[in-house]
């Protein structure tokens, strides 16, 4: 017997609409709503039994496929909240915690978003013999500390066979091991592996009562993204406990070698004052008995002493130069800046190293530019890279050989730094005077041309050997011409001659690049 219509139905419906409804078998009735708004009532008619049949097949597989939506939704929520708990944690590592608040952190994750009474990390420790518990939450809290046998343990049977594990009943697994404080309710378990590098170095686990959720396929592969996390924090951690211990113990090699320079510069000052004392000594007497203004000297007197007062001259340079590349080391030296004649310097560089020349016969052809030159620069530290040039060539030249010195002005780029610190370096188009010593010696290798300005560094060819000197003419002059911000460089062609150049700014150094004083009045060149 079907259901009749509602008299209010019955009531709004006219005469002949009453006998249509009179062939009606029964009828359906769906509630139209909108926003939590009730717009009316939809009415379906049904004439034969066999559309009521059919209508409530349909009806059972709506409400099939509306428990199926559901089911999904829920799902979909569900998904929603581990995907917005992963999010919070993962911005938890990156805020640079502690790894035990961490480790804290993850363990309730994982306890909530597997619906666990418990959750464990527990890490490799003493060799691979054991692992401690770094974290608990809920009742497995207690435990942290404690050590889990690696061959009597499910994390230690996860950690050595590198695979996950499913324990439906701790009490009954042989793997199992029950730390102390370790609840007996606390029957089943997933446990899944920490992997970092290649290497297995602990697992995270959850645990649950008999009663509880039971752990599938699907709560391995969300405790092991929430182990994943763990390694990453893991891996962050010591990279920079890592970074930190370089940090030290380069702050503490930087004062050890800041204290190593302060040594040195203290030890060549005053060994330089104890040789130079004796050595001016020995030179002036030299000198003196050379000029016979203490009697006559024969020939072979005289061989003698031009022997020792040219020896001792020449190791008084070595001392010099050895506390002047000590003074630059230590930032102690500071150039005296004036207007210098460029032309002036040459001139008397050449007339210096004439001796140098003769004894070997050779010629020194001068090459000035017209125009002026003159630049802002110490005119000592100039005139003892110029004499440290002309030495050089004259030095690797042969005898009757050419050497050529050129000096132009030009506009030249030059080295600036680019912050404050020093640090880093662009180049900047600055006028500039040019100047070039060339030989035609047996110059070098391109290999060794990196060698060429490095202090106590010579040239390794059997020419070099046979010349005396200590290697540190041209890394003075380096470090001079870079004091005034300028360069300096050479070039070669094997078997043919070198020629070594360098280049000043007229304006002088810039602030940034040296101490510089100015020149105090009547001070000698």
């Known amino acids: 017997m079907l259901p009749s219509p509602p008299k209010a139905l019955r009531r709004a419906l006219s005469p002949g609409a009453l006998t249509v409804l009179a062939t009606v078998c029964g009828w359906v009735g769906i509630v139209l709503v909108w926003q939590q708004s009730l717009l009316g009532v939809l009415l379906a008619l049904l004439t034969t039994a066999l559309a009521w049949a059919g209508f409530i097949q349909a009806k059972a597989a709506a409400d099939r496929q509306a428990r199926s939506l559901q089911h999904a939704l829920s799902a979909a929520a569900a998904r929603n909240r581990e995907l917005e708990r992963l999010r919070q944690l993962a911005a938890s590592l990156l805020a640079g915690r502690s790894l035990v608040s961490i480790f804290t952190e993850v363990t309730q994750a994982a306890a909530d978003l597997l619906e666990s009474e418990a959750a464990l990390v527990a890490l490799v420790v003493e060799e691979g013999r054991f692992l401690r518990i770094a974290a608990g939450s809920g009742p497995l809290a207690p435990v942290i500390g404690q050590l889990l046998p690696m061959d009597n343990s499910l994390s230690g049977w996860v950690v050595v066979n590198d695979q996950p594990l499913l324990s439906e009943n701790m009490d009954a697994d042989p793997r199992s091991f029950r730390p102390d404080a370790t609840p007996a309710s606390l029957r089943t378990a997933a446990l899944v592996p920490l992997r970092s590098a290649g290497f297995v170095i602990g697992t995270i686990s959850v645990h649950n009562r008999r009663d509880g959720r039971q752990y599938d396929d699907d709560a391995l592969q969300l405790l092991q993204t929430l182990g994943d996390q763990v390694v990453v924090a893991i891996d962050r951690t010591n990279v920079l406990e890592e970074s930190r211990r370089n940090e030290r113990a380069l702050a503490r090699k930087n004062r050890e070698l800041v204290?190593?320079?302060?040594?040195?510069?203290?030890?060549?000052?005053?060994?330089?004052?104890?040789?130079?004392?004796?050595?001016?000594?020995?030179?002036?007497?030299?000198?003196?008995?050379?000029?016979?203004?203490?009697?006559?000297?024969?020939?072979?007197?005289?061989?003698?002493?031009?022997?020792?007062?040219?020896?001792?001259?020449?190791?008084?340079?070595?001392?010099?130069?050895?506390?002047?590349?000590?003074?630059?080391?230590?930032?102690?030296?500071?150039?005296?800046?004036?207007?210098?004649?460029?032309?002036?310097?040459?001139?008397?560089?050449?007339?210096?190293?004439?001796?140098?020349?003769?004894?070997?016969?050779?010629?020194?052809?001068?090459?000035?530019?017209?125009?002026?030159?003159?630049?802002?620069?110490?005119?000592?530290?100039?005139?003892?890279?110029?004499?440290?040039?002309?030495?050089?060539?004259?030095?690797f030249t042969p005898e009757a050989g050419q050497i050529r010195l050129a000096v132009v002005r030009t506009r030249a780029p030059l080295p600036v730094p680019s912050g404050g610190d020093g640090e880093g370096a662009h180049l900047l188009s600055r006028d500039a005077i040019w100047v070039s010593v060339s030989d035609t010696g047996i110059g070098f290798r391109p290999e060794d041309a990196t060698r060429l300005f490095l202090e106590f560094s010579q040239v390794d060819s059997s020419a070099s050997r046979q010349q005396q000197g200590t290697g540190l003419g041209l890394a003075l002059s380096k470090r001079f011409v870079e004091l005034h911000g300028g360069t300096i460089g050479a070039e070669s062609i094997f078997g043919r001659g070198s020629t070594f150049w360098f280049i000043l700014p007229v304006d002088g150094p810039l602030p940034m690049q040296v101490n510089a004083a100015p020149r105090p009045e009547g001070a000698a060149s």
């Not at 080391?329 to 190293?353: F, K, N, Y």
């Open 259 to 395: 204290r190593a320079t302060q040594l040195k510069s203290q030890f060549l000052a005053n060994m330089s004052h104890e040789l130079r004392t004796p050595l001016n000594a020995i030179n002036g007497f030299s000198d003196l008995l050379l000029t016979e203004a203490m009697g006559s000297v024969n020939d072979e007197q005289r061989e003698f002493l031009e022997a020792v007062l040219r020896n001792g001259q020449h190791l008084l340079e070595m001392i010099n130069s050895v506390l002047d590349l000590s003074k630059i080391e230590a930032g102690a030296m500071t150039l005296q800046l004036a207007p210098t004649d460029l032309r002036e310097a040459v001139t008397a560089a050449v007339a210096d190293t004439a001796s140098l020349r003769t004894v070997r016969r050779q010629t020194c052809a001068v090459e000035v530019d017209t125009g002026a030159l003159v630049a802002i620069a110490d005119e000592l530290r100039v005139k003892q890279v110029l004499i440290n040039l002309l030495s050089n060539a004259s030095k």
